[in-house]
């Protein structure tokens, strides 16, 4: 009784052209299905891409707290504040 392995190795042995052949086979589809793979992983890797970008840049140091609580208190305007203020759109408390 043959191994699986032993049974690739003897097949490959005894039929060299069929193994070309199969093999071209498999390297054609992979090599046309590469698209859809490629646009499959970009569909789901962009997204995290997005969502790991913006938490970067998002990262809290010191100024950014400060501000933050500067605004808070109203000692200091955004731009979106300033832009709705003179809208005469108020925020509601």
């Known amino acids: ?3 699986p392995l032993e049974s690739v190795k003897q ?13 071209a ?7 046309t299905q590469l698209s859809a793979i490629v646009s499959l992983v970009f ?3 962009f997204p995290l891409l997005i969502v790991f ?3 970067s840049f998002r990262l809290r140091d010191t100024s ?4 933050y609580h500067l605004e808070n ?6 731009v979106m504040f300033t832009l ?3 809208l005469g759109l108020h925020e509601r408390a």
Not at 64 to 67: E, G, I, T
Request: aromatic residues 8%; glycine residues 4%; without cysteine.
């Open 73 to 78: 208190v109203k000692l200091r305007n955004t």
């Open 1 to 3: 009784m043959l191994s």
């Open 43 to 45: 569909a789901l890797a």
């Open 84 to 86: 709705l203020n003179g």
């Open 64 to 67: 950014a707290k400060v501000n």
């Open 53 to 55: 970008a913006h938490a």
């Open 25 to 31: 086979l498999i390297m054609f589809f992979v090599i």
């Open 11 to 23: 097949l490959r042995a005894s039929h060299p052209y069929i193994m070309v052949g199969v093999l």
